[in-house]
């Protein structure tokens, strides 16, 4: 069973729109959780992370909105550009173990 | 700065077949992580060291699967003996200290025939 849960799966948005993805996880331990980006053939990189004791944090056209009381947070890319394609890993850290990661969404920018 | 090296980037076994991936990590990094990726299953973590000790052994990947490491800057995975199953990405990520970011190397391609 998927501890930490992404959706949707995979994402189509056009350049300059918001794309928005969604991660919820289970264990309350959790408290810090990185978002993954992932091009073909590379490993994946960080992007952004967040702590349990904020409830947003941003970085340029990136920004992840997090809900603690639900066990939720989302990604929202603003003003997306094709160079943005990649698969986005959402992941969860309790310090006690190696990180749990989500099974990723894919997402695609038009121009 | 030199980033996760791992060697080879695509290997091809028949079954049954012993393989070793290798991994050097981030100069001055304490912590080494292994992962398998997989569609199906996503990145699921294999071992775990810290300061060249061992912390985590990924539970269900014990029995064919082993990760050393040699020295601060050179870690090995061995998988004996391989499996269909096995065909996926594994990947090596070091970091300065547990509580800092993760630097991912981008992967050896194992295809088990």
């Known amino acids: 069973q998927q501890q930490v849960r992404q959706s949707p799966q995979s994402l189509t948005v056009w350049e300059g729109e918001t794309a928005i993805l969604n991660c919820s996880y289970e264990?309350?331990?959790?408290?810090?959780f990185p978002w993954y980006q992932q091009f073909p053939g590379e490993g994946p990189a960080l992007l952004i992370s967040?702590?349990?004791?904020?409830d947003k944090k941003e970085d340029g056209r990136f920004t992840i909105f997090f809900n603690k009381r639900e066990k939720k947070l989302s990604l929202h890319i603003t003003d997306s550009q094709p160079g943005d394609s990649a698969t986005y890993f959402c992941?969860?850290?309790?310090?006690?173990?190696?990180?749990?990661f989500g099974l990723g969404t894919r997402v695609s920018v038009f121009p | 700065d030199a980033g996760v090296t791992q060697t080879p980037r695509h290997e091809v076994a028949e079954k049954g077949q012993t393989i070793i991936l290798k991994c050097e990590p981030v100069?001055?990094?304490?912590?080494l992580f292994w992962y398998r990726q997989t569609k199906i299953q996503g990145l699921e973590l294999l071992s775990y060291?810290?300061?060249?000790?061992?912390?985590?052994d990924g539970g269900a990947f014990k029995d064919r699967f082993k990760a050393e490491m040699l020295n601060s800057s050179f870690s090995t995975l061995k998988i004996q003996p391989t499996e269909p199953k096995d065909s996926a990405v594994y990947l090596c990520?070091?970091?300065?200290?547990?509580?800092?970011?993760?630097?991912f190397g981008p992967g050896t391609r194992l295809t088990v025939l």
């Open positions: 990520a070091s970091s300065l200290d547990r509580l800092y970011e993760q630097y």
């Open positions: 264990d309350s331990t959790f408290n810090y």
């Open positions: 967040i702590s349990s004791v904020s």
């Open positions: 992941a969860a850290d309790n310090y006690a173990q190696g990180l749990t």
């Open positions: 100069s001055g990094h304490n912590d």
């Open positions: 060291f810290r300061s060249k000790s061992l912390m985590e």
